[in-house]
């Protein structure tokens, strides 16, 4: 019993790894923007997308694949953001919200239009293959591939915002975005850089999964309501919140299955909705 | 209602608009009045949705689950108790005691921090619908919701069964649904609602218990949102999980912001506008949900009051 759980545990982590990276790109797009992107599960899913086409179907090296699909959707952030993100940063807020809503609609749409209803699931690549003896049942490689991009990404993140000039020039801006401007930062750009970065960590949690979650068009809005119950617990704005709510969660659904799994579903909304009630700053909040 | 026109001007009209929906199904096939019952029940659904959003300044992402509530509720007696009185009531009733007790939480937030909450309570009756199997029968939903007879014991008893007379049903209930929400709108009630939503701190200081404000808005506009699920079981016989998801809670949300968030007709004409255009693009590609994305950021980024807001007097 006790190996069992200490297994779950270890894919509770690696799927905690897909959760925190889309929460991450949802996490510094608010904590900087203040914007509550919607389409931000949409951004995941035409990562995912993308690193398919590059790998799946042009046989591209996998790690090739991932960075194409990086470069795509960032690509794509740029153009939301400097688009039309940009140009209604003074309006009441749920007009962002609703306009990100409608990105949802736009590119669930675009992908079926491009890639067709059917999902679609790519061979592992070679050199992550197989699987490790561990608790007495076999681990795939592939879990621990995917749970080491996810801690060299947070270890990176941590390491850009806290230690990088850019970071610095991130984090005033963060807290407060006059006072930025006018020393001197150019705030624009700031945003910009920031939401290109938000979609490409969204893009990175989409493309890594392709060998072994389901490609296919609802992965976006499926995962955009993880990454909310994630952020809401953690703290909207706050990464260190969401990594460690990210484990948190991914490691719960991982017991809620084995243990509860009618209802796992409802509790983790049951979670956000009282964390949102008792703590709306969040579980991590200093 | 459209701030601009004459009341001379539109009330012949609306009378003639409205003598048209009564006589539609004598000059219409079954699928116009099919489609028309669709537009009321997405019409009343928007307008709570309306007074929440537009009116109270509370952007709800969970309207889906009352409307669920709404649905489940009268499929639930209907299929017990074939008696469409007590079907329509007891959804209707149902809707409006979730959306009161889950409003006393969810008003205890505004602004981002209150999308998030509905939402989150909206998916919570979203895996109640479908996972708990016994009450809802899980995702093959209820099935053979009767359109049963309005019944008064010892009274009368009237068949509603057929497509034409559940349509006076659906009509006649939306008609008294938009009345009293527009006298709702224009009443001391409605007023307040709409100077929390402009200035909450200088309402407050006036002597207005804000939040208790906020949560009658909350609890009607569930109560809507019942009326129209209500509505729907017995109009296509079955109820299912995804009516209940966060998705349909866009319906209304974009309807209203296709009409115009400021004023009373938006929603109306949204519902309408809705259908059709939905109706026009189905018939020449399966991905219409992409053309009312390009409405929706097109709209937002053109002009954020709606369509309605050409013939209204500017917000301001």
Redesign the interface.
Known sequence: MTETIAFQGLIGLSLAMYLWLISAGLTIIFGVLRI?NFAHGSLFMVGAYLAYTFYGQMGLPFGVAILLSLLGTGLLGFVMERG?LS??YK?D???Q???T??????????V??IWGGVFKIPPIPAFLEGAWPMFGKSFPVYNVFVIAVGLAVAVVLWAVFEKTWWGRIVRATASDREMANAIGVNVPRVFSGVFVLGAMLAALGGAIGIPVRVVAPGIG?AMI?QA??IT?IGG?GNLKGAFLSSLIVGVLSAYGTLFFP??E??FI??I??VV??VR?QGLFAR | MTGRLSPRFTTPLLALLVLGLFLLPWIAGRYPVYLAMQILILAVFSLGFNLL?GYTGL?SFGQAGFFAVGAYGSAKILLAVPNLILGIAGGVAAAGVAAFLLGI?SV??T???F???T???G??I???A??WRDFTGGDDGLVGVPRAPIDIPGLLSISVAAQDRYYYVVLVLSLLAIAAMYRLVRSPLGLTLQAIRDSEIRTEFAGVPVRKYRLVAFTIAGVYAGLAGALLAPLENTVTPPIAH??MS?EP?LAT?IGGIHTFGGPIVGAFLFFVIKDIIVRYTE?W??W??????AL??GF?SGIMSIFAQRPK
Request: hydrophobic share 75%.
């Open positions: 509550l039309f140009r209604i309006v807020e749920a007009y919200l609703l306009l809503f409608g990105f949802i609609l736009i590119l669930d749409d675009a079926k239009i809005t309501i909310f119950i809401v909207l009618v209802f579903l409802f909304f049951a956000m909705a949102l009630l709306p | 959003f952007l939480l205890r937030h602004r981002i921090y999308s998030m909450l939402l989150a309570f998916m919570m979203y895996s109640l479908w996972k966060w998705t866009a949300v912001l991905y949900l992409i009312f994305g390009v409405i929706v950021v937002v980024m954020p």
